[in-house]
């Protein structure tokens, strides 16, 4: 049952800020502001089918213009005023995040933030020349998103034949320097759910977690399809069969993967269960496009605009009610209301948004 609207969420013990107005920032169903995830930009190097498909995000298609984009001063702006509202954690996402140019430069004004983890999403193919300078800018963590281990599978999933060596290259690059790093893989059943067991062995006694994603209605262009989701229970059974599986206890509420750890000390796999198990009672993300505005939900049809505030010369006490107010008044739960009906509902596109 949720909590009366406005009140902290049981769960959440650890309630530290205060809000502009006093009591802890939570939403409508008690979730409090945790994560910020901050796309950089719209644009990216691969078209993977479930996200940019080419019919659409072709040759004409009207990407941000350079001056629609945020800065990166303005960009920590706003991390800053959610910093001081409970943010905790800073996610760099896209779009590809590796394509902004002086990516590093932006780490290094969001690490002056006390008390934030800095993560980003990638796809993995400019890590090479990248992971040094931006672990040197204050990067913690990365999750690099690779879908299969076979070429051919992953190159028609990218939709712009990049080989698979490429990422690996990209994956090892980050681990040299310290880089804690995560495999992302979207599930698509008929697609690449038989290389799967490949990919889990491939990173099995390796420090790196792969965390398998069901197939998400996201946006209304990946021609997405219920039958083509692989709940990610039977996934864990094909796993298990192979290797012995366990349960592992999340490690903080909000956490977004049910972890699994192999019953003979090699490692962990995570699944991200938005289909067949949605979370959204635990969600804590609040999303920044790369043209300033911000969504309370992945699925979500709107969002609010906070450049053209900034630009036209609002403080940082407006701003931080802008983004107080949308956050109280956040009652998404997309996930849980998730029918055959739901992924035709117009909803922006994850390229835009951010995974
Ligand atoms: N380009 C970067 C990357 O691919 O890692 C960051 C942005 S991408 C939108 C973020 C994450 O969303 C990736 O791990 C991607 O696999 C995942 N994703 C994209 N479309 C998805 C879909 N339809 N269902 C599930 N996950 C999806
Ligand atoms: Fe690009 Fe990432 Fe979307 Fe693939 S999932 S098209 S790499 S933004
Ligand atoms: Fe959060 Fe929306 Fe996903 Fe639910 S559907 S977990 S509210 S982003």
Redesign the pocket.
């Given at each position: 049952m949720s909590p009366a609207a406005g009140t902290p969420h049981p769960e959440w013990d650890d309630l530290d800020n205060g809000g502009a107005g006093g009591g802890a920032l939570v939403d409508t169903l008690g979730r409090p502001m945790r994560d910020l995830r901050i796309?950089v930009t719209d644009r990216?190097n691969?078209r993977?089918r479930?996200?940019m498909p080419k019919e659409i995000f072709g040759p004409d298609f009207a990407f941000l213009t350079r001056s629609a984009v945020l800065s990166f001063e303005e960009i920590a702006r706003l991390a800053r005023l959610s910093a001081a509202l409970g943010v905790r954690k800073f996610r760099l996402?896209?779009?590809?995040?590796t394509l902004r140019a002086q990516l590093p430069a932006l780490v290094q004004l969001l690490r002056e933030i006390s008390d934030v983890e800095i993560a980003m999403?990638?796809?993995?193919t400019m890590l090479k020349p990248l992971a040094a300078p931006l672990r040197e800018a204050g990067l913690d963590r990365v999750?690099?998103?690779l879908?299969s281990l076979d070429d051919a599978v992953f190159r028609s999933m990218n939709d712009m034949d990049f080989p698979v060596a490429l990422v690996l290259e990209g994956i090892e690059a980050a681990a040299a320097v310290g880089l804690p790093v995560k495999i992302?893989?979207?599930v698509r059943r008929g697609v690449n759910d038989h290389t799967l067991i490949d990919l889990a062995g491939r990173f099995r006694g390796t420090p790196h977690t792969v965390r398998f994603?069901?197939?998400?209605?996201?946006?209304t262009t990946?021609g997405?399809r219920l039958d083509e989701v692989l709940p990610a229970s039977d996934l864990v059974r094909m796993i298990n069969e192979r290797w012995p599986l366990e349960a592992v206890e999340a490690q903080y509420t909000g956490e977004v993967a049910r972890r699994y750890r192999y019953r003979d000390g090699a490692g962990e796999i995570g699944m991200?269960t938005?289909v067949t198990q949605p979370f959204c009672g635990t969600c804590t993300r609040i999303r920044l496009s790369a043209e300033g505005k911000i969504y309370t939900c992945l699925f979500a049809a709107d969002g609010v605009d906070l450049r053209e505030a900034m630009r036209a010369g609002a403080t940082d006490d407006v701003l931080t009610s802008l983004i107080e107010g949308t956050w109280r008044a956040r009652e998404d739960r997309y996930s849980e209301l998730r029918s055959q009906s739901t992924p035709d509902l117009r909803k922006v596109e994850?390229?835009y948004i951010?995974?």
């Amino acid at each position: 049952m949720s909590p009366a609207a406005g009140t902290p969420h049981p769960e959440w013990d650890d309630l530290d800020n205060g809000g502009a107005g006093g009591g802890a920032l939570v939403d409508t169903l008690g979730r409090p502001m945790r994560d910020l995830r901050i796309s950089v930009t719209d644009r990216c190097n691969f078209r993977c089918r479930y996200c940019m498909p080419k019919e659409i995000f072709g040759p004409d298609f009207a990407f941000l213009t350079r001056s629609a984009v945020l800065s990166f001063e303005e960009i920590a702006r706003l991390a800053r005023l959610s910093a001081a509202l409970g943010v905790r954690k800073f996610r760099l996402t896209g779009g590809e995040p590796t394509l902004r140019a002086q990516l590093p430069a932006l780490v290094q004004l969001l690490r002056e933030i006390s008390d934030v983890e800095i993560a980003m999403t990638t796809n993995g193919t400019m890590l090479k020349p990248l992971a040094a300078p931006l672990r040197e800018a204050g990067l913690d963590r990365v999750t690099v998103s690779l879908d299969s281990l076979d070429d051919a599978v992953f190159r028609s999933m990218n939709d712009m034949d990049f080989p698979v060596a490429l990422v690996l290259e990209g994956i090892e690059a980050a681990a040299a320097v310290g880089l804690p790093v995560k495999i992302n893989a979207v599930v698509r059943r008929g697609v690449n759910d038989h290389t799967l067991i490949d990919l889990a062995g491939r990173f099995r006694g390796t420090p790196h977690t792969v965390r398998f994603i069901e197939f998400m209605d996201v946006g209304t262009t990946n021609g997405w399809r219920l039958d083509e989701v692989l709940p990610a229970s039977d996934l864990v059974r094909m796993i298990n069969e192979r290797w012995p599986l366990e349960a592992v206890e999340a490690q903080y509420t909000g956490e977004v993967a049910r972890r699994y750890r192999y019953r003979d000390g090699a490692g962990e796999i995570g699944m991200i269960t938005s289909v067949t198990q949605p979370f959204c009672g635990t969600c804590t993300r609040i999303r920044l496009s790369a043209e300033g505005k911000i969504y309370t939900c992945l699925f979500a049809a709107d969002g609010v605009d906070l450049r053209e505030a900034m630009r036209a010369g609002a403080t940082d006490d407006v701003l931080t009610s802008l983004i107080e107010g949308t956050w109280r008044a956040r009652e998404d739960r997309y996930s849980e209301l998730r029918s055959q009906s739901t992924p035709d509902l117009r909803k922006v596109e994850m390229s835009y948004i951010g995974g």
